[in-house]
């Protein structure tokens, strides 16, 4: 049991089950989407960003300077019913929506600076 005594103690941190959320509602975030939404550091963020990567509920990709971040549970796994019980908890607190209302706002300003960047000919990711 301390594989799943694992499971259940990554959701005990605020910040973990936040992440988690906001992961499972899109196909994947970069570092800087989860700082800016969260309102927390980038050593903060990859800390947890890591702690999940290692239980397995999430996986990395690099691309350039940037780490980019997804669900990755196999469907039926331990993590898969973890990911879909916290979903199921969580969709309909206000505070959940709230996170995905700020993610799709930055979402928006991350663009415009995209589009900024992009005239100029600067990097593909707005880290602000």
């Known amino acids: 049991m301390k594989a799943e005594a694992r499971l259940f103690k990554s959701l005990a941190d605020e910040t973990r089950l936040k992440i988690l959320w906001l992961l499972k509602g899109q196909q994947e975030l ?5 700082m800016r939404v969260l309102g927390i550091t980038q050593s903060k963020a990859s800390r947890h960003l890591r702690y999940l990567y290692h239980l397995g509920l999430v996986s990395d990709r690099r691309e350039g300077l940037w780490m980019y971040y997804s669900v990755s549970a196999a469907p039926g796994s331990q993590g898969d ?13 206000p505070e959940a929506r709230e996170l995905r209302q700020r993610l799709n706002h930055w979402f928006e300003e991350k663009n415009s600076l ?15």
């Open 30 to 34: 970069c570092v800087c989407d989860i």
């Open 114 to 128: 995209q589009d900024k960047a992009a005239a100029s000919g600067e990097a593909a990711c707005v880290c602000s």
């Open 81 to 93: 019913k973890l990911l879909r019980a916290v979903e199921e908890i969580l969709a309909p607190l």
